[in-house]
């Protein structure tokens, strides 16, 4: 239903943005410097491609990141720490009120993830790492804060809003490749070198400026994520983990598929980083408090 109520929304301002281009006479003035371009089937055809590649990685998600990550899935606990891990997402995910997800484990350094296209379909794993080096109230506090994801619906959401993004970038980018290809370079038939190579360039900057709106969004759902685990298994639980992950020395970074949904972001910082700085995740736990 999320899925179809942002579709519906972003089909109704494909609309919108059709007609203000009519009233506006755009169109009208592209075609008096020469350039014949019909920005309505260009608004459909950017659309199809910017939705496309995001909407197939939603799907795959959880097939991608057991392949890319190595996750070993517990489906018979072959321990008490696994039967504990599975009992533990299965109480959260019933408080939550989603499906029970798949519980995995992965080697590497401290650190957990979730995703899947639908909040009764996800995948929540953890590192060998983050097991290693966290009590059973920071892992349990790991583990709401990657359910809250889930529960919010985070991954359908962030993708949709990439979708959005790259639907934009295409069509700005395909403007301005016309533009500069008819009006500065005179070229009068088709497509001429001009406009592929204005095209890509102003793809790859407008895919810059743009990524910047989606780790915006990122990092506002990481602070929503960290309050719904905190609801789940307690601030001061919540709050512990976090510290945990401060101490942790140079964490291994997750492929940037899963880095935005990661309980710690890696390096990156300011205006691209996926995660706010873990200082700030603590401050605002207490501020809430």
């Known amino acids: 239903m ?34 014949d371009l019909n920005l309505q089937a260009l608004l459909v055809y950017s659309a199809i491609i910017g939705f496309s590649g995001s ?12 392949r890319s990550m190595g996750v070993q899935l517990i489906e018979q606990p072959q321990n008490q720490a696994e039967r504990w891990l599975l009992d533990t997402v299965a ?10 997800p798949e519980v995995g484990i992965f080697e590497g350094a401290p650190n957990a993830f979730a995703t899947g296209w639908n909040r009764n379909d996800a995948l929540v794993a953890v590192s060998t790492g ?22 919010n619906g985070d991954m359908v959401t962030l993708t949709l809003i990439q979708g959005v993004v790259n639907t934009f970038v295409v069509f700005l980018s395909r403007v301005i490749g016309h533009v500069v290809d008819r009006v500065i370079l005179k070229n009068e038939r088709g497509h001429g070198i001009g406009f592929f190579v204005t095209s890509m360039i102003a793809q790859v900057v407008l895919s810059i400026l743009a990524s910047a709106i989606v780790m ?3 990092r506002w759902r990481e602070f929503r994520a960290d309050a719904g685990g905190a609801q789940l298994a307690g601030r001061h639980k919540m709050i512990a983990a976090l510290q945990r992950l401060q101490q942790a020395n140079d964490p291994e970074p997750l492929p940037d598929e899963m880095a935005a949904f990661g309980i710690s972001g890696g390096a990156l910082r300011e205006l691209f980083a996926s995660h706010p700085p873990l200082e700030k995740r603590i401050e605002a736990l207490r501020s809430a408090a």
């Open 2 to 35: 999320r899925i179809l109520l942002f579709l519906a929304t972003n089909a109704a301002i494909l609309v919108v943005i059709s007609i203000v281009f009519r009233l506006l006479g755009l169109e009208n003035l592209l075609a008096e410097n020469g350039v």
């Open 55 to 66: 909407l197939i990685s939603l799907f795959m998600s959880k097939f991608m990141a057991k």
């Open 91 to 100: 109480r959260q995910a019933q408080q939550a009120g989603i499906g029970m």
């Open 130 to 151: 983050l097991l290693r080096s966290m009590n059973d109230d920071e892992v349990e506090a790991v583990l709401a804060h990657e359910i809250s994801h889930v529960a």
């Open 216 to 218: 915006w969004f990122s």
